[in-house]
């Protein structure tokens, strides 16, 4: 079937001047005065709809057209007229118009605000709201960008595995999968949890990172990404954690903290600027309605150098305003959001990555520095969010990483693959995550997670 | 740190003619005699290497590089040599080389061949063979191409939900999410598993499709695609099939099966034709290590038309040759792939859409055809490999979608926000899916589905 997006109408204006058109939308809001119409039309394709004006004179089926109910589904074709003059660049003085599909008075979504809790509670519908009309269209074109930036550059988009066997992720609690029928766990002869019978034949669950298995693909493409979802089981009611989000992991070979940093800078700045360049109806929405100071910090984000402190500078700056802060700091405590976000916006104004971290507070695959106290360990805060990246050099030695392991009680044979790494062709690299759903945020000025994502998961929700 | 890669080399050959460069790789092979020797050093950045030649007379630690293993990893700092009349086209004469890690004369990747089933043993070091650095290059590419072939005509990248609550797929057996105790699970007063303690407070299992969600964002954005990981708890030992693979399912609005058709054409041309450009070496492996007439089909398909026939004249087609089939046809029966093959390959000789299938073989959400029997179906069949994509018209009507519930003896409250789209501005609307894997096996010839995973899960198995 022939129709024409709305986007194009919008990119293309001035060629469609006095042109035949025929547009596919769902109607926004509709009103009549006995023989003259005016629809509110929206497609999807992008941000904006257009004004349909129908006329008894012209349309034949004027009434049928106007007693539609908001959400119905139309066909409009009709004469494309260019307005300079209105509040809208254009609009559709329309011919024919088919119902495709009607809707009913009660339909969910009439011209007014909702809560955004009450549209999460229709989140099949939610997306033909402007909010999330707009948030799901920058967060696909966000993904988009990450894709391009990558490839462009060379690296392997790596997928690694979702369900894992491997206890030795250790961030976090996990879900377990299983296929045994949890109405009647098997049992070994010992009273145990028969294990044997499940699908994998050994307990198995959802993996917090794809960093272990990007580090393999990295020492043998030297540079990869992963994209893809990640799960976390830890009940929580924060705006800001799902137990389902999408994580980006780049791992790099034959590089440093140093390159680390440059790579998660340059793909920063990347998506913003093709975000801002390929959404902009949708950024102006939520610079208006959601986040008056939005793009005027995300232009800065894209054009600025960003700073760079050690922990332990960090955390003497923020010892001497420490009465403001309700965790209160000293070497060797965690930075929490409330110390990030001073830091970025009160110290430095622009991004900041914090590097070399207290050993005791980060993974057992971070470098340990020379001075033996701190890993190679790197955060990128922004301002408005606070962390928004975390990363580091890996331990490339392998008896360094041994005495590690050690240190923290864990078996090295639970990693005799990952130890291999360092025993065949092992070198200096380094990698970072980004969590997608922050960045979306970030990009959008929404304060909930459960409004970046489509189909949120979280503590006693999995709904639609 | 600089380097440069060795892909740059291939790309720009003679720019670099005479120049100072530094490489970054892992020695595949090192040969030496006393003061001249080779090394065929490869970095992952394309599938071919780089030779280094390196003397003894320029070669500060000759002797130490001479002894190296294969696999350890070095920096080599050379002059950029060309050399028409050898079998590559360039070399690098080093000036430096450094250690960036050893390797062990165990190392198990040694210069001869290695049969798939043991190199799935060490998933972790097989990339960094030609077959596996080719496969999981091409798999890179396929997927951006995917990404790009859908980005550039307006799709929104949607990410539906991996943990569903939903019993409303019915596509196959799933595997179920927990943080119940298995040792210990909890029981309600009645003695049934008490999920209300579960995370997400009732059961929940991971999907086998996010079309139902797809259609969702579609009837907002009017043309969507997901790509992520889906599921499969089925026990099979085949080469085909495994419990973890990625999906590509593309959701239209305002649109009917002959635009389904159109679309599914258009995207597997595209990733063909992405594919050949810019994975020439990988592919030139592969059609002549793994599947000779690779290129010559990839070529084929990516000019011919498609041919399309329905369900019931390829039974007509098929039970003329019923004999040669280890399962014989009737209208009604499912077509196996010794069927899918035969028609693809003998028949046509390209690749064929069927459409419309029984209603009894599909699933309810397809669309029935005016003649009650059939469905809105489509499979596209491919030569080498049978059916490669699987979608339909879905039903928008929604009294005929109830009237299938029924038939199926499905709840409708189940499915009440799936039924509100039909409610609420219901259009016609049609999508498929393409299996990922199958997508890449198809690409690279590869037989085996483990081979095309990077870390693959099936049953019994999930490792590293």
Not at 59 to 70: D, T
Not at 253 to 261: E, G, H, R, S, W
Request: aromatic content about 12%; glycine content about 8%.
């Amino acid at each position: 079937m022939q129709r024409t997006e709305i986007r194009a109408l919008y990119a293309g204006a001035s060629q469609y001047a006095g042109q035949r058109v025929t547009v596919c939308g769902w109607v926004r809001t509709i009103r009549d005065s006995k023989t003259l119409g005016f629809i509110d039309l929206n497609d999807g394709s992008c941000f904006k709809g257009v004004q349909i004006v129908f006329e008894a004179e012209h349309v034949e089926n004027y009434k049928e057209i106007a007693k539609q109910n908001v959400g119905a589904a139309l066909r409009v074709t009709g004469i494309f007229v260019e307005t300079p003059e209105a509040k809208q660049p254009f609009e559709i003085h329309a011919r024919e118009i088919a119902v495709e599909g009607t809707s009913t008075p009660d339909y969910p979504l009439q011209k007014k605000r909702h809560s955004v809790e009450y549209l999460r509670t229709i989140a099949h519908l939610r997306p033909r709201t402007n909010l999330f009309s707009a948030a799901f269209r920058v967060r696909s074109a966000a993904a988009f960008a990450i894709h391009k930036f990558f490839q462009e550059r060379g690296f392997v988009y790596a997928h690694t595995p979702l369900i894992t066997a491997s206890d030795c992720e250790g961030a976090g609690e996990m879900f377990r999968v299983t296929t045994l029928d949890l109405e009647n766990v098997p049992r070994t002869e010992s009273g145990e949890v028969d294990y044997s019978k499940d699908f994998f034949e050994k307990p198995a669950s959802l993996t917090v990172s794809g960093q272990l298995e990007g580090e393999c693909m990295a020492l043998a493409f030297g540079k990869i990404y992963t994209f893809g979802p990640t799960f976390r089981a830890e009940k929580s009611y924060t705006q800001r954690h799902a137990a389902e989000f999408w994580m980006i992991e780049p791992e790099i070979a034959f590089a440093d903290l140093q390159d680390d940093m440059a790579l998660a800078k340059d793909m920063i700045q990347f998506i913003i600027r093709y975000v801002m360049e390929t959404c902009q109806q949708d950024l102006a929405f939520f610079n208006q309605f959601v986040d008056k100071g939005l793009l005027e910090r995300l232009s800065h984000v894209a054009e600025s150098d960003f700073g760079h402190i050690t922990y332990t500078e960090a955390i003497e700056i923020l010892e001497k305003v420490n009465d403001r802060f309700e965790y209160k700091v000293h070497w060797g405590s965690d930075l929490q959001t409330e110390h990030e976000k001073y830091l970025t916006e009160q110290v430095f104004g622009r991004p900041v990555f914090v590097t070399d971290y207290p050993k005791e507070i980060k993974a057992f695959y971070m470098r340990l520095n020379d001075d033996g106290k701190t890993v190679a360990a790197v955060d990128l805060l922004v301002p408005g969010i606070g962390e928004i990246i975390g990363g580091s050099q890996r331990e490339e030695r392998e008896d360094v990483l041994l005495g590690r392991l050690a240190e923290l009680g864990l078996n090295p044979a639970d990693y005799w693959w990952y130890l291999d790494l360092r025993k065949y062709g092992g070198v200096q690299h380094a990698g970072f995550g980004l969590g997608f759903e922050r960045m979306v945020m970030y990009l959008t000025g929404i304060s909930n997670i459960r409004d970046v994502l489509p189909f949120p998961r979280t503590t006693g929700s999995a709904e639609f």
